[in-house]
T-cell receptor
Framework: KAGVTQTPRYLIKTRGQQVTLSCSPISGHRSVSWYQQTPGQGLQFLFE???????NKGNFPGRFSGRQFSNSRSEMNVSTLELGDSALYLCASSLVPAGLAGVYNEQFFGPGTRLTVL | GIQVEQSPPDLILQEGANSTLRCNFSDSVNNLQWFHQNPWGQLINLFYIPSGTKQNGRLSATTVATERYSLLYISSSQTTDSGVYFC??????????????FGQGTILTVHP
């Protein structure tokens, strides 16, 4: 079974631009979540989608948005890029959302997109 | 929200040594995972272990859910074990829905 794929793997943008990152989950997985990793803040949750609906959102400004398509693929968009948005963006896929009681909810991560904002 | 603390923050070993990494969490969990982050940034799944004990080769893990901690054991360490190890937990309800909360990680360095 193919793993989680993310495109592009590397991206360089300038301040003020916008960017769209893509994540294709493992076949059959309906939950996709996104995380931002920076040296100072560690791994932080951005949002989670299940069956095309955003179910939870982390503490990030409205410049960060996402969506999920009917085939469970997900995209996240960052508008008006700032220097501080430089980070590794990771997506995770699973059968069901993380943390559900009594249900197998192991998360599998993609290789990440490394975004550099100049 | 739930808090996750990992210890030690840094660990330096000689090849062949054993080590124990600890993860403390502040609330009951329905998901606990251990990951190894490779040099390219990908999180590699080691264990999905919200409770109990599991073993995979030289690695094993134990989660004592009632006491809110998990341990990752690495035996006969190899240089390829070097990297960052993360513990992450998931719990139900409210702002925790659908997300893993990560610890700050343990940086393991194994010298030949």
């Amino acid at each position: 079974k193919a793993g989680v794929t993310q495109t592009p793997r590397y991206l360089i943008k300038t301040r003020g631009q916008q960017v769209t990152l893509s994540c294709s989950p493992i076949s059959g997985h309906r939950s996709v979540s996104w995380y931002q990793q920076t040296p100072g803040q560690g791994l932080q949750f951005l949002f989670e989608y299940f069956s095309e609906t955003q179910r939870n959102k982390g503490n990030f400004p409205g410049r960060f948005s996402g969506r999920q398509f009917s085939n469970s693929r997900s995209e996240m968009n960052v508008s008006t890029l700032e220097l501080g948005d430089s980070a590794l963006y990771l997506c995770a896929s699973s059968l069901v959302p993380a943390g559900l009681a009594g249900v197998y909810n192991e998360q599998f991560f993609g290789p990440g997109t490394r975004l550099t904002v100049l | 929200g739930i808090q996750v603390e990992q210890s030690p923050p840094d660990l330096i070993l000689q090849e062949g040594a054993n080590s124990t990494l600890r993860c403390n969490f502040s609330d009951s969990v329905n998901n606990l995972q251990w990951f190894h982050q490779n040099p390219w940034g990908q999180l590699i799944n080691l264990f999905y272990i919200p409770s109990g004990t599991k073993q995979n080769g030289r690695l094993s893990a134990t989660t004592v859910a009632t006491e809110r901690y998990s341990l990752l054991y690495i035996s006969s360490s190899q240089t390829t074990d070097s990297g960052v190890y993360f513990c992450a937990v998931g719990t139900a309800g409210g702002t925790s829905y659908g997300k893993l909360t990560f610890g700050q990680g343990t940086i393991l360095t194994v010298h030949p």
